[in-house]
């Protein structure tokens, strides 16, 4: 049976609200999520600010690395070993599940800045 046009109309209201009120819902379930990202956005801030500052001063971090091995030898071989078993997980990690991680990080990044701009 064919609907009129009132019927339609009444029908997308209804759905519209329906919409509305699911965006508001997911919209309110993110905002955990946002505390995280915006955490992972600064720590990430935070080491690319590390990671510049040592290739800007090579000879200084050489230096440095060299002056804590002659200090401290096992304590500067234990934390190495710990900072290579780390870097080495994380690489696994990385080559058991390329990219999942991120995809998901991308698509709630993608969602909250779809409703940042409704």
Not at 18 to 40: C, H, K, M
Not at 69 to 84: D, E, I, T
Request: charged share 25%.
């Amino acid at each position: 049976m064919a609907k009129t046009r009132a019927e339609l109309d009444q029908e997308r209201a209804r759905l519209t609200e329906r919409i509305q009120a699911q965006r508001a819902n997911l919209a309110r379930e993110l905002v955990p999520l946002q505390r995280i990202t915006r955490a992972g956005n600064t720590l990430s801030a935070l080491v690319d600010e590390a990671v510049a500052y040592v290739r800007e001063r090579p000879l200084a971090m050489s230096a440095l690395a060299a002056g804590l091995l002659l200090l401290k030898p096992k304590g500067v071989w234990r934390w190495a070993k710990r900072g290579f078993f780390i870097w080495r997980g994380w690489r696994a990690v990385q080559q058991w599940q390329p990219g999942t991680v991120m995809d998901v990080v991308r698509q709630v990044l993608a969602v909250k800045n779809y409703f940042a701009r409704k």
